[in-house]
């Protein structure tokens, strides 16, 4: 069983940052990739930003160019990096791994507030 716990989330005026730490409770290199997603009030849960165990990178064509993936595989843990914040932004971030033949693990949530 993997356990994700999201940290980091917060209210923050339109402008500002914020990191998101996710920590994994094992080596994310077991991991075929890790990510982030977000789901606002009425919304689908959306990608945000994926990393691969390659290194390879995809962003939402609404957070590229603001929001940066990466990783500590020494810390387990994945972040996410998000300038530039716009009340559009607002919603409950999640963590997600997936491992071949294991399938997938989310995290519990993370809270993101931007205010305008």
């Known amino acids: 069983q993997v356990k994700l716990v999201e940290s980091g989330g917060g209210l923050v005026q339109a402008g500002g940052s914020l990191r998101l730490s996710c920590a994994a409770s094992g080596s994310i290199f077991s991991f075929n990739y890790m990510g982030w997603y977000r789901q606002a009030p009425g919304k689908q849960r959306e990608l945000v930003a994926t990393?691969?165990?390659?290194?390879?990178?995809d962003y939402a064509d609404s957070v590229r160019g603001r929001f940066t993936i990466s990783r500590d595989n020494a810390k387990n843990t994945i972040y996410l990096l998000m300038n530039s914040l716009s009340p559009e932004d607002t919603a409950v971030y999640y963590c997600?791994?997936?491992?071949?033949?294991?399938?997938?693990?989310w995290g519990q949530g993370t809270q993101v507030t931007v205010s305008s």
């Open positions: 990393i691969y165990n390659g290194g390879s990178i």
């Open positions: 997600k791994s997936y491992r071949t033949a294991h399938g997938e693990y």
